[in-house]
């Protein structure tokens, strides 16, 4: 989420539904929950946008390990480690 805390982003007032005994501790401990809760979800799409990557480019990424296996790396020789 850093990338939308260094940039000014339009925030638009939502309505969610919250376990109610988890809204009121998190207001006892001063929890913004509207921040806890975009942070949240900015982690849910992280994580959606990763998952759905390797998803799409499973071929590309296995073609690319078989080719490595059976040839080694392309420029292995000039490798100083």
């Known amino acids: 989420m850093q ?3 260094t940039t000014k982003s339009i925030r638009k007032p939502t309505n969610l539904s919250l376990d109610s ?24 799409v992280k994580l959606h946008k990763q998952r759905k990557w390797l998803k799409d480019n499973a071929r590309a990424l296995a073609s690319s390990n078989a080719y490595v296996e059976a040839n080694g790396l392309p420029l292995e020789r000039h490798r100083q480690f």
């Open 21 to 44: 005994a988890l809204l009121k501790e998190a207001k006892m401990l001063g929890i913004n929950v509207s921040r806890s809760a975009e942070a949240g979800i900015a982690e849910a």
């Open 3 to 5: 990338a939308a805390e």
